[in-house]
């Protein structure tokens, strides 16, 4: 059996992911990460997974469970990794997935990185995917895995790790990815954990009160400009661009006889561009340096393609652009596609993560503009 460096948040499924491995014989550490540096004051009970609340009841896990455990604070670490662009991103009118940098930039090239040089096989997560090799749950570390949706579909967060590379992922343990969420409750009342009804966290860890506009408005500042519409008519006035995403609907402030949608974001010209729903339709996404957990698909492989963090899939072609960039041709229209969140490639069983990377660039109808991140 392995030594296996847990990551415990203080929420449910990472403190049974400790006791899973427990049970399967491993040599289990506990730690908890000190990412988002909230003052006291701004701390919401229940909400974020940084908080005082949340170590101490990784602390009480670990005690109930028996295992060392530690703190680690890298907060430095997450401020420049995972603060700081997703406060640039949104001011350079993209739409960052911050769970996704934090999996890629510090819980894989900071913690792992740190865990095997202190001697440990593996790190474990409570995240909602699955590991399998040779057909067969992983319960071990070890190479020639693959990641995989989890059990419980309506909990899957495969999407998240998709950036992890085979090396890593011989490094990682996911022991609840077999179980469903009600399963893992389950599991953590037998084993008297307090967290078994802790509720689980949707906020932006950093952003506890869930107010992203505000906390923007703060980090970036205000930059006020237009909101028109896709034939050039003038509707409104924005806050600043980090303030909407494509797809948007609700909170433009405008009076329209029609519905409409935010279709286009320039930070260049701090210009919001807004039309029908047909407006957003999308042929294709660009992702530049892609990433995958297994060997790269080939071109002109089907895929099922995952766009945002809780989407269903639509099928797709692979289009290898050169060897740094892939595009992602789709079999039916996709809409409300925004730069910079994830294009995540799966199997044609909608099964096994291939990997995928950030859009950079994505399609639109004739009358308006290709977007690239790199060319406003």
Not at 145 to 152: E, G, K, S
Not at 316 to 339: I, M, N, Q, T
Not at 367 to 373: A, K, Q, T, Y
């Amino acid at each position: 059996m392995a030594r296996v460096l847990v990551a415990m948040s203080g929420g449910v499924d990472s403190a049974v992911a400790a006791e899973l491995l427990i049970a399967q014989g491993h040599d289990v550490t506990g730690v908890h990460l000190r990412l988002a540096d909230v003052p006291d004051g701004e701390q919401v009970p229940g909400h974020g997974c940084c908080g005082l609340d949340d170590a101490q009841d990784a602390r009480r896990t670990a005690q109930v469970l028996g295992i060392p455990f530690y703190v680690w604070d890298l907060t430095d670490i997450f401020a420049r990794e995972v603060q700081a662009p997703f406060a640039a991103e949104y001011a350079a009118g993209r739409t960052p997935n911050p769970c996704v940098t934090c999996n890629e930039r510090v819980k894989y090239a900071a913690l792992l990185d740190r865990a095997l040089a202190l001697g440990f096989d593996a790190i474990a997560t409570g995240h909602h995917a699955r590991l399998e090799r040779d057909g067969l749950p992983v319960i071990e570390p070890g190479p020639g895995v693959r990641l995989l949706r989890a059990h419980d579909a309506a909990k899957d967060q495969s999407y998240v790790l998709h950036m992890a590379s085979p090396r890593q992922l011989a490094a990682t343990l996911l022991p609840v990815g077999e179980l469903t969420k009600a399963t893992v409750r389950e599991r953590a009342q037998a084993a008297g954990l307090r967290v078994a009804t802790k509720p689980d966290s949707y906020d932006v860890c950093f952003i506890p009160d869930g107010d992203t506009p505000a906390w923007l408005a703060r980090e970036v500042g205000e930059r006020p400009g237009p909101i028109v519409d896709v034939d050039g008519t003038h509707l409104g006035t924005h806050r600043g661009v980090w303030g909407v995403t494509v797809g948007q609907r609700r909170g433009l402030g405008l009076d329209h006889h029609e519905r409409r949608f935010v279709v286009d974001v320039d930070a260049t010209s701090d210009t919001v561009v807004v039309g029908p729903r047909s407006a957003l339709a999308c042929a294709w996404v660009d992702v530049e340096a892609p990433t995958w957990t297994v060997a790269a698909p080939q071109d002109g492989a089907a895929v099922r393609l995952q766009l945002r963090a809780h989407g269903a899939t639509i099928a797709a072609h692979v289009d290898v652009r050169d060897d740094a960039g892939v595009r992602f041709v789709l079999d039916e229209p996709a809409y409300g596609v925004a730069l910079g969140q994830a294009a995540v490639a799966y199997d044609p069983s909608d099964r096994v993560c291939l990997g995928g990377g950030r859009i950079t660039g994505a399609h639109r109808p004739a009358r308006l503009p290709v977007l690239s991140g790199a060319a406003r």
